[in-house]
């Protein structure tokens, strides 16, 4: 076989494609390459199903639309998570759409590697700038050609709406007494870096926001005094993330942390990360990640 | 057509290729990623003309070796350079390989887009960590079943190597006397950040080497009074890059910033940023820049 054969995407039925990858250097690391990889899937599926290309979509008065995310949640085990995926790693990418609406759209992917499987969800919006130039003021604009109602429903209690929702208000998507704190509440600042963190168009990237929360994550276990090689072989098996914002390029980012373990099992931890605009505080983005501490059977939940 | 299609990369002869690429979110931005996104049609090529699959290539001795970016070289103009690619391009890449020998190759991409054209060279050398886990001690090392005699080769005129030797001792690639001070020396500091900075075998990415230079010259642009928005508007031109070591998650880089200008055009400005481990000062990459401060034709040089 030819090294470097490379399937287009195939239709499996009108609501969702599969796709084989061979992961490269630039969609694998200690970074979120992999999360942005994934997330040109999503757009990929949508463009093939969905009677718009998403790269060149166009409100009706002439704006560019982006289908912007909103909700990214990624599952997976010990074995094979965000971070796992290596050079030379064959993956089978299978894209189920589900109709939101004329607004939005919800992808589901499983990556399957062999030994393993990711669960990946994505809840995207249709944003435009609306004639402006800030990234603060986006508004809802779906694009001319959107076809929708040919994708199934999902149920309604298996929308991340709900779970967003939770989220905005708790600042958490564990409202729950499951948890207890295990550090002190921190607070950290972080300037957006208009030399890596924004996107072909501007726009803080979707996966800015995973280096961000990275980023926080890494000063937490730097607090707790577990050292970079701990938090580089972190397990993380579940990780949510609403984007409630975006920012320009001056926005200084006040992000607060807390860390939580499970009462019955403490080697599972929970962090949450809140983004706000430090000036006016607006909630740009609520996460919260699974972390595995202490060996066990690896899957989450 | 389909949206989609993805045609593979074209052998034209044993020793060139081209493919057409869409431009995605995940490949382009004000960020490192189209340069990451060019090193992958390197290996890519690589894979498919010399007889070795460069994501899973191994020594004799069952080691992994990596084809490392040793230089690496990226010239355009003020309509098309490496920030400008945005969301539905399509680009058309032809590389042509050169034979250096069984531990080297040479790729030469011309990457058009219609209006322009990118013209990047790379060389890269076969490296393993020999056994080691330190990012410190690479050593030379050849894959099984590299061929590469079929390859042409460059005159020895063209060849970077002359460039980075002068680069490694003058820590500039242009040591001449056309270019005059026009601002003071800078110095900062760069700790790696686990974060975001390795790639998906630990090694620091060559890719972010470029985001620790842009890092620099925003520095530079802040220091001088230009402005976020200057910064992001740059236009370079011309941008060299000699990769001289790799580092581990713990490495804290200096960065020696040198601006000048050119005596016979003000407009045209060249930086030259120089990385260290600030801790054994063992020399990391030198890298200069060409940027367009004021309209011109464009070209350059």
Redesign the interface.
């Known amino acids: 076989m030819?090294?470097?054969?490379?399937?287009?995407?195939t239709v499996l039925d009108p609501s969702s494609v599969t796709r084989t990858e061979?992961?490269?250097?630039?969609?694998?690391?200690?970074?979120?390459?992999f999360a942005?990889?994934i997330?040109?899937w999503t757009?990929?599926a949508v463009?093939?199903l969905c009677g718009v290309?998403v790269?060149?979509a166009r409100t009706a008065a002439g704006d560019p639309t982006y289908l912007s995310f909103y909700y990214y949640r990624i599952r997976g085990g010990r074995a094979f998570h965000l971070r796992t995926?290596?050079?030379?790693d064959t993956l089978r990418i299978t894209t189920r759409l589900y109709d939101f609406g004329s607004e939005s759209v919800l992808a589901l992917h499983r990556i399957d590697r062999g030994d393993d499987s990711l669960r990946v969800e994505n809840l995207n919006r249709w944003i435009s700038r609306g004639g402006g130039t800030s990234n603060e003021t986006l508004v809802r604009a779906s694009p001319v050609g959107f076809t929708h109602r040919h994708l199934p429903t999902l149920p309604a209690d298996r929308s991340p709406r709900v779970a967003c929702g939770t989220a905005r208000t708790a600042l958490t998507f564990l409202p729950d007494t499951r948890y207890v704190d295990a550090s002190p509440p921190r607070r950290l600042r972080y300037p957006v870096?208009?030399?890596?963190?924004?996107?072909?168009?501007?726009l803080l990237?979707f996966?800015s926001y995973f280096?961000i929360v990275?980023?926080a994550?890494?000063d937490l276990y730097r607090g707790l005094g577990r050292g970079?090689?701990a938090?580089?072989d972190r397990v993380v098996v579940d990780q949510q993330l609403c984007y409630l914002g975006n920012a320009d390029?001056?926005c200084v980012i006040a992000i607060d942390v807390r860390h939580r373990t499970d009462r019955a099992d403490p080697g599972r931890e929970v962090v949450d990360v809140v983004l706000r605009d430090s000036r006016t505080d607006r909630l740009l983005a609520v996460c919260t990640l699974h972390l595995l501490t202490t060996p066990s059977d690896g899957r989450h939940p």
Chains 1, 2 share one sequence.
């Open positions: 030819r090294i470097l054969e490379r399937p287009a995407p061979v992961v490269r250097p630039a969609m694998c690391g200690h970074n979120s390459l942005g990889q997330g040109d757009w990929d463009s093939e290309d790269l060149r995926p290596s050079f030379g870096d208009p030399s890596r963190d924004l996107n072909g168009v501007g990237y996966a280096s990275d980023r994550l890494l970079d090689t938090f580089l390029a001056d």
